[in-house]
């Protein structure tokens, strides 16, 4: 499983590491499946990006992320959307993903 979750990181982009990171730590510590990343205040060239273009360009690896599940595999992410009002990517986690092997694979 880590091998294939591995190879999955491997593509992603600095941007889609740091959203990764910022979601899953802010999961652990709230226990909340959604997540508002202040993009305009934390990566405010990111938000200018989305600012003209609401369908998230970039950030394909971060929004195919898998982990493996007895039935196959499933979607890290249940939704990622910009809200270009407050300037904030909106994170849900999928509760059927196995994100304790995601924070395991994102820390080190």
Do not use: W
Request: overall charge negative; hydrophobic content about 40%; glycine content about 2%.
């Amino acid at each position: 499983m880590n091998t294939d979750l591995d190879q999955q990181l491997t593509d992603f982009s600095l941007y889609e590491r740091a959203i990764l990171m910022y979601c899953v730590r802010h999961y652990f510590t709230s226990s909340h499946y959604t997540t508002r990343l202040p993009l305009a205040e934390m990566l405010p060239d990111l938000a200018l990006i989305f600012d003209q273009n609401t369908q998230l360009p970039g950030l394909q690896h971060l929004m195919a992320l898998t982990t493996p599940t007895k039935a196959g595999s499933t979607r890290v992410f249940k939704a990622l959307t910009y809200d270009q009002a407050r300037r904030e990517l909106v994170a849900e986690f999928n509760p059927d993903a196995d994100l304790k092997a995601v924070q395991t694979r994102v820390d080190n």
